[in-house]
């Protein structure tokens, strides 16, 4: 019981991480996005945050998933949760790459809206 309570901990612990976080990045991509209506905030460091708040709320997701399946006696890796975190893990992998190492073609087009 006490390895399942210190298993339980983490998960709600990474839960927490990637809602406050999502939550957060979501926010204040809204702030900036007000701000660069009026010329206050620069567009790609703003795309940025939206990019991270997916992440974070992807992330969120692909552990309450299998989590929710888990509770309702689904403990078994079906092909369908493995299709969701592949597929969620890609959005992750996608958000970041485009976060972290935009191409120039993507610069470019945020830099031009």
């Known amino acids: 019981a006490t390895q399942s309570n210190y298993w339980s901990s983490i998960l709600v612990a990474a839960l927490v991480s990637y809602a406050w976080g999502g939550a957060e990045s979501l926010l204040y991509w809204m702030q900036l ?3 660069l209506v009026i010329g206050l905030a620069d ?6 945050f939206l990019l991270f708040a997916v992440v974070m ?3 969120f997701l692909n552990l309450v998933v299998p989590t929710v399946i888990g509770l309702r006696g689904g403990m078994t890796l079906t092909d369908g949760l493995k299709l969701w975190s592949a597929l969620s893990g ?15 073609a993507y610069l470019a087009r945020l830099q031009a809206s």
């Open 90 to 104: 890609l959005v992750c992998a996608g958000s970041l790459y485009l976060a972290f190492f935009p191409p120039r």
């Open 43 to 48: 567009p790609v460091v703003t795309n940025r």
């Open 57 to 59: 709320g992807m992330s």
């Open 33 to 35: 996005r007000k701000r």
